[in-house]
């Protein structure tokens, strides 16, 4: 400790040494910046900044003649902060790849069910685990009657129905692809048999008459079917988050008479 107390004379020549080969070393940064080396751009960059670090820190700040423990206790520091900093970035630079792996499941998935055909693999990875494509219970016997361009609309709404469905995470075009599968094994001939069955399967997913879900029952209170054919198109058309309106006349007026008889038994309003 006592030759820290002495003060401590460099010949002049060396700082001058030491400062000329700052200026050097920082021309040869400079100009390599310049030069597209990709990757090495850095290292070289970082390298001589680090050697310039320690050329201060070894002359200028005296370390070289002071007692040997100072250089010990700071290289170990430096050495635990490389460390502590290298461990922070190989996780936040590799943040990307997972985002990206993520991105690319539903179309990794999906390639494994190519065997379906197109649109087959999504309906599996998004729509599979919670619904199968047989029988009654099978999602296209639950879309029949609907327009491809309903189910592609509906797809994009999973979350505002009534069932606690995850929203669709794919692309538009998968979405496109996964209506157009799922039209495509519906019964594409099936007509609706009446205004129920077409409030079923056009309104029902996301509203319930009267119950808990978004009720309607309220909103068309007192209308005569003439009003409802009227206001369902223009309804369907301002909310945004609901499917417009794909339904043919015929369907319209149905479903039209139907909502009018909620209201109407002998003249008077009644509750379905
Ligand atoms: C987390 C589970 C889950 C996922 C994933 C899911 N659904 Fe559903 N879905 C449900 C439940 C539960 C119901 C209500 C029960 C039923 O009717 O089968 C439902 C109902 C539906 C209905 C209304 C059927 C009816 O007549 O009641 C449609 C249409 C539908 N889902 C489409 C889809 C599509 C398309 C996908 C894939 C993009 C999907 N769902 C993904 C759980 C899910
Ligand atoms: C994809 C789901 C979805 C479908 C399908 C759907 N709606 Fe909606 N509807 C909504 C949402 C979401 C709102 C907005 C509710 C809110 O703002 O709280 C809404 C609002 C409404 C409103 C206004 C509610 C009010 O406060 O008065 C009416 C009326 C309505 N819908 C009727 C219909 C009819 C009729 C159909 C069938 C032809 C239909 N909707 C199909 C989701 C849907």
Redesign the pocket.
Known sequence: MNDHEKPHVLPRKIYFLIGGSLLFLTIITVTVSFIDMGSLNLIIALGIASFKAALVALFFMHLYYDNKLYIIIFSTSLFFLTVLITLTIADTMRRGDIYEYRDNLITENAAMYDFLGPGGGIFVS??G???VLQGD?G?PN??KGLNEEFIYY??DR?EH?R????P?SGTDEERRL?ANF?YSKTDKEYKFQSGEEVFNNRCN?CHTIDGDTRPIFDSFYGSTSDDVFDLIPIFTEQIELMVPWLGTDEELRMISDYIESWYKEDGSPKNP
């Open positions: 998004s729509c685990g919670c619904h219970m999602l639950q879309l509906f797809i999973l129905s069932f606690a469905m995850t669709f996964l799922l997913f």
